[in-house]
């Protein structure tokens, strides 16, 4: 039985004092059987941690050094000092601005399971890759290079997040249908390289203009665990709504 989740990706938005407002806000409102997350901005992690109650504290990026001449860069060593329990690695964002590839995410899976950082690993297809039919390749790619050779003891640790670029802060979410075909395929793809034991308890999630108007379609799929949201994260409200829509 997988344990649903819901990860805020705020993206480069909220200072530390809108940022605590938002955890007073959503304080005794979120449900106890979702694991319920706010991956934030680095410079207000610890701000947020120490203030943390049901609601859990994730970074959105990290090094996959332990330390070094990185200039700019968080490493694995200071999210853990940080106590962090999640990290999103490979953002479409990412990928597409600061040349994250399926070999720099393969690392930085590997660097945050040595830290007991909990990996939200994000995989999905572009607007021409599914226009072209490559979506199921897209992904295999993406899932095959970015878990090589990653050792999952504890599957329910792992956590990967379908996300569709195209539906990314667009307003224009994949269909229900669309979005449980991607994440039943991935978890085939995980199964290939896992076993069923394993691939039955990583969560995976659908990310891609989720709301509190299609949260329950979507949530209702067999192998959608939960939603990793942008946009429909930042206000306490929509957040506490999504949250408790997961707790199916
Ligand atoms: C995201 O940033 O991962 C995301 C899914 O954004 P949005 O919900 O705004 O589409």
Excluded at 147 to 165: H, L, Q, T
Excluded at 194 to 204: D, W
């Amino acid at each position: 039985m997988r344990k649903p989740m819901l990860a805020g990706n705020w993206k480069m938005n909220k200072t530390r004092d809108e940022a605590i407002s938002f955890i007073l806000a959503v304080e005794g409102k979120l449900p106890d059987s979702v694991d319920c997350v706010v991956c934030a901005p680095a410079i207000i992690l610890r701000d947020l941690v120490k203030r943390r109650t049901t609601l859990q504290i994730g970074a959105q990026n990290m090094n996959q050094n332990d330390s070094g001449a990185y200039t700019g860069e968080i490493s694995p060593v200071m999210l853990r000092d940080t106590e962090v329990e999640y990290v999103i690695l490979g953002h479409s964002e990412r990928r597409a601005y600061y040349n994250e590839t399926n070999e720099s995410v393969n690392a930085k899976i590997k660097k945050a399971l040595e830290f007991d950082l909990k990996p939200i690993v994000c995989v999905g297809e572009v607007l021409e890759e599914r226009e072209a039919g490559s979506t199921n390749a897209v992904l295999k790619e993406q899932i095959t290079k970015g878990f090589d050779g990653v050792k999952i003891s504890n599957p329910e640790n792992v956590i990967v997040a379908y996300e569709p670029v195209w539906a990314i802060g667009t307003g224009k979410s994949a269909t229900s249908e669309m979005a449980e075909d991607a994440c039943s395929y991935i978890r085939s793809v995980l199964k290939d390289m896992y076993g069923e034991a394993i691939s039955n308890n990583i969560r995976i999630l659908y990310g891609g203009s989720v709301n509190t108007k299609n949260v329950n379609e979507l949530m209702s799929m067999p192998n959608i665990d939960g939603g990793l949201v942008g946009g429909a994260s930042l206000k306490a409200d929509s957040f506490v709504e999504l949250c408790n829509a997961c707790a199916k």
